[in-house]
T-cell receptor, first 112, second 113 residues
Framework: KQEVTQIPAALSVPEGENLVLNCSFT??????LQWFRQDPGKGLTSLLL?????REQTSGRLNASLDKSSGRSTLYIAASQPGDSATYLC???????????FGTGTRLQVTL | NAGVTQTPKFQVLKTGQSMTLQCAQD?????MSWYRQDPGMGLRLIHY???????DQGEVPNGYNVSRSTTEDFPLRLLSAAPSQTSVYFC????????????FGAGTRLSVL
């Protein structure tokens, strides 16, 4: 059974700092891994989707990496801004591409 | 750009009552799904549909029914609400299954007293 873990559960950084969010998964036989952003009281917004054959994906100040052999993905946020404050969730697709397993998220606060 | 629309945003029910959570998407997506989000737990799949007329159970289907009569709509029915169904419910859609980016609605926050 796939388990997805995100540590830490919460993180506070000053504006401008570069930061890394972690996502670990127990079953390396994944099809893809997706990173989402969730603002308070809102739905999830997909940020990046990394296919199993890829090592990383980039979008603006965001860079997500994937290392299947070690069961890890990271989301790198460059030059953090207060508007980046949100909960970030990762989700791994496993099974016969039929099950998306979510982590519980890292709540990020970027302070002025 | 409406995307995925969920109604209502908030709902309070008494134990034993029934209700339907609505989900509609205007992107002509074949795949639609329902999740629940509870504190300290990842999102869990309730039911999903790969196209009109086709539905299947997810991880936590008990107490919920779904139907998919059109491509656009995927309502979730609570047959007899229980306090354990207090949660935030999200509807999601994608062009074709879980291999694609998932688009989520804003959620319905449900309290069962």
């Amino acid at each position: 059974k796939q388990e997805v873990t995100q540590i830490p559960a919460a993180l506070s950084v000053p504006e401008g700092e570069n930061l890394v969010l972690n996502c670990s998964f127990t079953d390396s036989a994944i099809y893809n891994l997706q990173w989402f952003r969730q603002d308070p009281g809102k739905g999830l917004t997909s940020l990046l989707l990394i296919q199993s054959s890829q090592r990383e994906q980039t979008s603006g100040r965001l860079n997500a990496s994937l290392d299947k052999s070690s069961g890890r993905s990271t989301l790198y946020i460059a030059a953090s801004q207060p508007g980046d404050s949100a909960t970030y969730l990762c989700a791994a697709l496993t099974g016969t591409a039929s099950k998306l397993t979510f982590g519980t998220g890292t709540r990020l606060q970027v302070t002025l | 750009n409406a995307g995925v629309t969920q109604t209502p945003k908030f709902q309070v029910l008494k134990t034993g009552q029934s209700m339907t959570l609505q989900c509609a998407q205007d992107m002509n997506h074949e795949y639609m799904s329902w999740y629940r989000q509870d504190p300290g737990m990842g999102l869990r799949l309730i039911h999903y549909s790969v196209g009109a007329g086709i539905t299947d159970q997810g991880e936590v289907p008990n107490g919920y029914n779904v139907s998919r009569s059109t491509t656009e709509d995927f309502p979730l029915r609570l047959l007899s609400a229980a306090p354990s169904q207090t949660s935030v419910y999200f509807c999601a859609s994608s062009p074709s299954g879980l291999l694609n980016i998932q688009y989520f609605g804003a959620g319905t926050r449900l309290s069962v007293l």
